[in-house]
């Protein structure tokens, strides 16, 4: 999981650093139309045409780099993703988020060990969507919901192919 999601926000890293350099180039080149360009589109998000060219122009003068960045793509230039980060964090939740279900499985005697652990898993699903939606300030009932109906699904789709590929080994 974590090589997984080292390439896929280092393939995103290399889009946002793709189009920023577009965008410098386009500002070296043409710097009067990426000024006319920043203006419609802060006149797209509600401003004036006077108050949208006065808007462009001040953030033209102060960084223009940073504007257009921001306005434009939705990237902070200072702010990219960073795949390291992303790998190491996806590794500690999975290596975290698979010890309950290890220790559940392997406590019990073995005619508990299935129930046991579905209702460890489905007991962690729940806390994880409540915590999950207070931190987020959202209701924790669609959060709670969710998870447990990923979860369900989750845990019967694995269960299923195990029992067959179980059934084909033996």
Request: hydrophobic letters at 50%; proline letters at 6%.
């Amino acid at each position: 999981m974590a090589l997984g999601e080292y390439v896929s926000v280092s393939t995103q890293r290399d889009t946002e650093q793709a189009l920023l350099a577009k965008e410098l180039q386009e500002l070296h080149d043409d710097p009067a139309a990426e000024l006319d360009e920043l203006a419609e589109l802060l006149e797209g998000k509600g401003l004036t045409p006077a108050t949208a060219r006065t808007v462009a122009e001040e953030l033209t003068d102060h960084n223009p780099f940073a504007a257009h960045a921001e306005v434009e793509l939705g990237i902070d230039p200072n702010e990219l993703s960073n795949p390291w980060q992303a790998a190491l964090s996806s590794a500690l939740s999975f290596t975290l988020g698979a010890l309950l279900p290890l220790i559940v499985i392997l406590a019990p005697p073995a005619a508990w060990r299935i129930p046991a652990t579905v209702v460890a898993v489905l007991l962690a699903l729940v806390i994880t969507g409540a915590v999950s939606a207070r931190l987020g300030g959202a209701p924790p009932g669609r959060a709670v919901l969710r998870n447990v109906i990923g979860g369900v699904l989750a845990l019967a789709i694995t269960y299923a192919i195990g029992h067959l590929v179980g059934a084909a080994i033996a």
